[in-house]
């Protein structure tokens, strides 16, 4: 009897044994991060391959047509200049005598205008005088031809004065000309951006096929847009006027809303990259670019189409192939097969597999998710990773 109360111990605690470390080794529940199944906006939607850039509607590089010391620098870097203000002039004195050289050249040619033009209606009179004596012959007809000749001669030389003058005025209209080659004013209402060089520094036009720096670099921020990249792929889905959203690294809470204005119609082919397709886009609110740089960086979202109130889960709980992770009762995960519709990088529509309410697994990537495990909500940021 005792023999046999010993055994049963002996088997109690082995029993007890064998259940603690049953409990305290079997597999814990998974803890998984799920989304309700409900309904909502989604939206099909593209974005660029490359960070965008915001670009001024107008912006231009400026430098003198000539090369020169700088001898007015009429603005500074982040002033407001007027269409038609005088931004920077090289010395030119060379030039401003050509042109006073000019000026006499054309009064001279003017003077001698009339005096040949004077001589010229003299002899065009005595021209008629002698013909007149020539009628009631007071004098011979080589007298009439010489006086004739004379007189034609005369009117010539007055005509030849005139073109003179008209050579004259060319030569100091030319003059003007070449001064405005080293003379640079805004050509639209802007911003000054840049300034290379300084007041007696010597600025340097850039020579066909050699990139230098512009002398001047002129924003007008008014007016802004953004240029993208887009894969090549989605191009043909693309078209002028289709609704967008830009965000902005500088402003990552606030989209601005956009529209499509230009597609590229080529494929830029870059070293080593995809090839992409340029898209241009506006913000559709002037008023929100106020304190928006040129050259920001900025990603582009264009939206192909919008479905509201359809069934949809996050696109992070789609496996491939169309199938999901479902939380069962039980806490055991089960695999749905479901048919799909649009979708962007937020949500994806839901035709077919699923039911409001029910919970898709969002947290895929964490280490033995799969159908079939025993899994249980996540409680805390560390139960999701």
């Not at 520094?201 to 670099?217: F, L, N, Q, R």
């Not at 690294?249 to 080529?266: G, H």
């Not at 506006?282 to 509201?308: N, Q, T």
């Given at each position: ?27 814990q ?38 090369g020169?010391?700088?001898?007015i ?11 038609g ?8 004195d ?11 050249q ?63 005025e ?49 924003i007008?921020q ?28 500088a ?60 069934l ?29 519709g ?19 697994v ?10 079939g ?13």
């Amino acid at each position: 009897m005792k023999l046999f109360s010993r055994l049963l111990v002996v088997l109690v605690v082995v029993a007890v044994i064998g259940v603690a470390l049953w409990w305290f080794t079997r597999p814990q529940p998974i803890a998984v991060a799920v989304k309700e199944v409900g309904r909502g906006l989604v939206e099909a939607s593209i974005a660029n391959t490359r960070a965008g850039t915001v670009e001024a509607c107008q912006r231009t590089k400026l430098s003198t047509i000539l090369g020169g010391r700088i001898e007015i620098l009429a603005v500074k870097e982040g002033d407001q200049v007027r269409k038609g203000q005088l931004l920077m002039k090289l010395w030119n004195d060379d030039q401003k005598a050509q042109q006073t050289l000019a000026a006499s050249q054309v009064e001279l040619a003017r003077r001698r205008v009339a005096e040949a033009c004077t001589v010229a209606a003299n002899a065009v009179r005595e021209a008629a005088r002698i013909a007149g004596l020539r009628q009631q012959n007071f004098v011979s007809i080589s007298k009439e031809d010489q006086a004739r000749t004379e007189a034609d001669a005369k009117s010539a030389a007055c005509e030849t004065a005139k073109a003179d003058v008209r050579q004259a005025e060319a030569r100091l209209a030319a003059t003007r000309v070449e001064q405005g080659r080293t003379v640079l004013y805004a050509p639209f209402d802007g911003t000054v951006a840049k300034i290379v060089g300084e007041i007696g520094e010597y600025s340097t036009p850039s020579p066909p096929g050699v990139s230098m720096p512009p002398a001047i670099d002129l924003i007008d921020q008014s007016c802004l847009y953004v240029k993208a990249p887009m894969d090549e792929v989605d191009a043909p889905k693309i078209q002028v006027g289709q609704v967008a959203r830009i965000t902005l690294d500088a402003f990552a809470k606030k989209p601005f809303k956009a529209r499509v204005k230009r597609v590229a119609p080529y494929v830029s082919a870059v070293e080593k990259q995809a090839r992409t397709v340029e898209v241009e886009v506006d913000f559709a609110d002037p008023a929100e670019i106020k304190g928006l740089l040129v050259g920001y960086s900025a990603d582009v979202e264009i939206v192909l189409d919008v479905r509201d109130q359809v069934l949809r889960v996050p696109t992070a709980a789609l496996l491939e192939g169309g199938r999901v992770l479902i939380m069962g009762r039980d806490g055991v995960l089960e695999e749905r097969k479901v048919r799909t519709g649009i979708a962007n990088w937020e949500y994806t529509e839901v035709l077919e597999g699923l039911q409001p309410g029910e919970k898709v697994v969002t947290s895929l990537e964490k280490e033995g998710v799969k159908a079939g495990i025993k899994a249980r909500l996540a409680e805390s940021a560390d139960d999701k990773k």
